[in-house]
């Protein structure tokens, strides 16, 4: 695994390669940035953070800027093939990584509907919801980028096994409003069916609980390596160490005795959408 300043020397270098490319098509177009900005109908500050490594370049404004440059789609072609350093936040690269051929994944969330089960709308509408505020462009690659990790889900080879723990907190919040509401009640129900998935919801008023401390993932990886997994306002961990693991696991393990079962939770995610 590299470590994390490798990770993030990685990512401040795809940005710089993508706007030193940029800079010199602009150029060699005879354009200023400020001309480049007005043809391309953004802010001059956009292209003066790209071209200085300050802000990826995203798709939409790729194709514009090909469009403008005249570059047959060099740029385009160029963003589409990112690595992943480039679509996701770089406390959340390892992660990420390793959920993508992870064995066994199980989570526990209290604040918001795991990325892995979340409909394009609630995404959406989680980054809208994000400060500092995202602009369109990017709020549309965060998206993106969520939805192309929910594929782990439904691999053919060899299948992942997920385990999904929600305290029914989650599922009170009407984040989008109330068809993005609806519409994702009904994605978890069609989740909870899914071969090696399971839900389970932690209903309100438990007298005991394991998850105070917040949420946090457990994956076990090919070489049958077991990782935990935690998520701050500005950062994260990963853990490797078998002793901070094992309480990670522990405290799983206490979760699942207290949530509901996966058919009872079944059965409560037919209640909220009225169909029992």
Same mark, same amino acid.
Not at 165 to 187: F, K, N, P
Not at 248 to 274: C, F, H, I, T, V
């Given at each position: ?24 098509? +602009? ?67 390892? @992660? ?30 989680? @980054? ?5 505020? /995202? ?10 980028? +969520? ?26 919040? +009407? ?18 069916? /899914? ?72 059965? /409560?995610?037919? +209640? /909220?959408?009225?169909?029992?």
């Amino acid at each position: 695994m590299a470590p994390r300043s490798s990770q993030r020397k990685k990512h401040t270098t795809t940005m710089k390669t993508v706007g030193a490319v940029l800079s010199r098509l +602009r150029t060699h177009a005879g354009l200023s940035q400020s001309a480049l900005a007005e043809r391309a109908c953004v802010a001059q500050e956009t292209i003066a953070s790209v071209e200085q490594g300050r802000r990826p370049l995203l798709p939409h404004l790729a194709e514009r800027l090909d469009d403008v440059l005249e570059t047959k789609g060099v740029l385009w072609v160029m963003v589409d093939n990112l690595p992943d350093e480039a679509k996701f936040p770089i406390w959340v690269l390892e @992660f990420v990584a390793h959920e993508q051929e992870a064995v066994s994944l199980s989570t526990y969330e209290n604040q918001v509907v795991p990325g892995l089960l979340q409909t394009g709308a609630y995404a959406r509408a989680v @980054f809208q919801n994000a400060l500092p505020t /995202l602009t369109d462009e990017d709020i549309e690659t965060k998206v993106a980028a +969520r939805l192309q990790r929910q594929a782990v889900l439904r691999r053919d080879t060899d299948p992942l096994y997920a385990s999904f723990i929600l305290s029914e907190a989650v599922l009170s919040d +009407r984040i989008g409003g109330q068809e993005v509401y609806r519409d994702l009640i009904r994605h978890l129900r069609e989740c909870a069916d /899914l071969p090696g998935v399971a839900i389970q919801i932690m209903p309100l008023g438990r007298e005991h609980h394991a998850g105070l401390d917040g949420p946090f993932v457990l994956l076990e990886t090919p070489d049958h390596q077991h990782l935990g997994y935690t998520e701050t306002q500005r950062g994260s961990h990963l853990f490797q160490d078998p002793y901070e693991v094992s309480i990670l696991s522990q405290k799983y393990a206490m979760l699942r005795s207290q949530a509901l079962n996966p058919e009872e939770s079944k059965r /409560l995610l037919d +209640r /909220l959408l009225g169909e029992s």
